[in-house]
RNA sequence: GGGGUAGUAGCUCAGUUGGUUAGAGCGCCGGCCUGUCACGCCGGAGGCCGCGGGUUCGAGUCCCGUCUAUCCCGCCA
């Protein structure tokens, strides 16, 4: 029995038509006479009626569970007076079955299959992920993510890129994620590595001439994984020749238009907001601040820069900055949440976290004695303190202190939303370019520099000549787009003078000449062949379809995600090596550490 | 590697200051029911209270350890 119609197409104007549907059975209610079954596929829901006086339909179906799968062939006929169902969109219609075939009984499934299998747990859900990804709502998503990606092509053919696909074995790079190896039996003791991005070969196809590339590309990093980040993932990959950044803020804002517009139809506002690196550290304390709410850090160096309270006045006097932030609204908080905001600072590696909080017109902190008058009265106009509002404080260097107090302001914006005194609405898209990165961070442990976004990247032309008297002060002609919060995506112009990228490599990121010549010899070497000027950036997808979809989790919107641990709890993967593959593979295992 | 939270029926959860035989809703099984649409009604089964120790006359409850999941820090050029 083949079927002529989705169980969501059939209404009124088909009533006396013979229709064939098939799906699964989403539930059973029997009258004893009457029977009523909703029949399930993936566009809809259709009533099938099981009449008594055809006995013989009644004996075939049985008690058949819900999720089994059945073909019905019957009659469509238009309900009438209180049997029409206005809440759904077949409601209007049932089909009296005359003819059904059972394909496949199902046992009772392990989870509920309606909305509430939500709060199932994820690991259950996850080892049957065929009937979790079955209920309508993850469905719809994996549509959604599918909506997406035919956006991003359509639009990205339309603006003449070219969807050229890279190598997954790779080799293994010196700098950035851990890799995951993988054995090569035709060369013994030599490894692949698959890619972290296609970075390296991107910059290569614009060495080959392309102009402008684009891929869906799969990535994998070896790293502990959080709710937003898998080992292995899709980026949006492009990279284009000729080009600078005001370029590439165009495209990606007509691209972000475009694909907000074709799966949510809303339509954005361009051009996003800029704001510079240190901008969105000094008034957010992230490099990917959430502008869908205020509570902006305020510098209060001024207000304390003579104070007797020592430890304002000592975090000034050796070159960092007290910072603070009202959290309007926010002085009931409770013994607990104040000790998880503590934590939270503690986490970032503050002392503590000093607070005033005002209350019946008083204000009541545990450093208000330190405090002179002046400086209760210069805190009070800076930060708008009123009834009710609680400032929390942070006093260390610079970029340290921003941290720790842009950590406590996005813990406490949630506990603000808790108190409905906040709404940060997920439907709010606020998108925002971070720009100017300094090009390269010092890392205390490796006693070098490191570059913040990846020794490929364009310094800004006019501080080249820094490079050499003061790396730390290098801007990057980096950028990151950020969406609520999330680091959407992000890129570079890239380095395309061969000398300068050698530079970088041995002079400024010291790594060894020998081991640049292996990792990136051919990179040198092609550059020296008529390497155009070229920038790129990539998006992380199912961090965008996330937002899309209005999930918490990265792994709402992935077919078959992987736990924490990097397992896939439905086919048990990784798994055991054979010692014949072992040896193929020349390797041997040591035996797992006690 | 570190910190937080959780683990009781198939699922989601409750379980009082330690005290009879550990409960509920949904699901499941059986029965009844000809207009339901989360159908309804009646009856029933189902528990190593994550695991291992300990304290106690007595532990789901207190203590120690451990495992699992998840969130966060480190890490993620």
Request: with cysteine.
């Amino acid at each position: 029995m083949k079927r002529s119609h989705h169980c969501s197409e059939l209404s009124k104007n088909d009533a006396g038509s013979t229709v064939q549907l098939c799906g699964w059975v989403d539930s059973v209610r029997d009258h004893g006479g009457i029977l009523f079954v909703d029949l399930r596929d993936r566009e809809g829901l259709t009533q099938i009626v099981l009449d008594p006086a055809n006995q013989e339909l009644e004996a075939q179906f049985g008690s058949i569970k819900p999720e089994s799968v059945i073909a019905v062939s019957g009659e469509v006929r238009e309900r009438i007076g209180d049997t029409v169902n206005a809440s759904l969109a077949t409601g209007a219609i049932e089909v009296h079955a005359q003819r059904l075939e059972i394909l496949n009984v199902s046992k009772t499934p392990p989870f509920p299959m309606d909305d509430s299998a939500d709060k199932v747990g994820e690991d259950l859900r996850m080892t049957y992920r065929y009937l979790d990804l079955r209920r309508t709502r993850n469905l719809d998503i994996l549509r959604l993510r599918h909506r997406t990606s035919q956006a991003i092509r359509n639009f990205m053919d339309e603006e003449a890129f070219i969807e050229v696909e890279t190598p997954m074995l790779f080799k293994s790079t010196p700098e950035g994620a851990r890799e995951f190896l993988v054995p090569s039996r035709m060369n013994p003791g030599a490894f692949y590595a698959l890619p972290q991005s296609p970075q390296q070969y991107k910059q290569m196809l614009m060495v080959a001439g392309v102009e402008r590339y684009y891929q869906l590309a799969r990535c994998f990093r070896d790293e502990d994984l959080r709710s937003d980040r898998q080992p292995e993932f899709t980026q949006l990959d492009i990279e284009l020749s000729f080009i600078d950044r005001e370029d590439m803020y165009a495209l990606i804002e007509g691209l972000m238009k475009r694909v907000w517009n074709d799966v949510l139809g809303v339509d954005l506002e361009t051009p996003f907001l800029r704001m510079s690196y240190f901008d969105a550290m000094n008034r957010f304390g992230v490099d990917k601040p959430d502008m869908r709410f205020g509570m902006e850090l305020q510098d209060c160096g001024e207000v304390f820069a003579n104070s007797g309270f020592k430890v304002f006045s000592g975090a000034l006097q050796s070159g960092g900055a007290v910072k603070a932030f009202n959290a309007k609204g926010l002085a009931d908080l409770t013994q607990g949440e104040l000790r998880n905001l503590e934590d939270a600072a503690k986490s970032l590696g503050a002392k503590g976290l000093a607070f005033i909080k005002c209350e019946g017109g008083e204000w009541k902190s545990p450093i208000l004695k330190f405090l002179s008058e002046e400086e209760k009265a210069g805190l009070g106009k800076l930060l708008d303190v009123e009834d009710g509002d609680i400032v929390f404080f942070a006093a260390t260097e610079w970029e340290q202190a921003c941290s720790i107090l842009g950590r406590v302001r996005l813990d406490a914006a949630q506990l603000l939303v808790k108190r409905e005194l906040l709404t940060i609405d997920p439907s709010d898209y606020k998108f925002l370019w971070v720009i100017e990165f300094p090009l390269m961070l010092f890392d205390e442990e490796a006693v070098r520099f490191v570059a913040s976004h990846h020794p490929f990247t364009a310094p800004v032309a006019e501080d080249l000549s820094l490079l050499d008297s003061d790396p730390k002060k290098v801007r990057g002609q980096h950028y990151d787009l950020v969406l609520n919060g999330v680091e959407l995506g992000g890129g570079s112009i890239r380095i395309h003078q061969p000398q300068i990228q050698k530079k970088v490599f041995e002079d400024v990121l010291k790594i060894d000449p020998e081991v640049v010549e292996s990792r990136f010899g051919y990179m040198l070497k092609a550059f020296e062949y008529g390497a155009p000027p070229h920038g790129g950036i990539a998006f992380g997808l199912d961090r965008m379809v996330t937002i899309l979809a209005q999930r918490q989790s990265i792994r709402d919107v992935i077919a078959f995600p992987k736990n924490q641990k990097g397992q896939e709890m439905m086919t048990s993967s990784p798994g055991i090596a054979t010692d014949k593959q072992l040896r193929d593979l020349h390797i041997r295992c040591a035996p797992p550490k006690s």
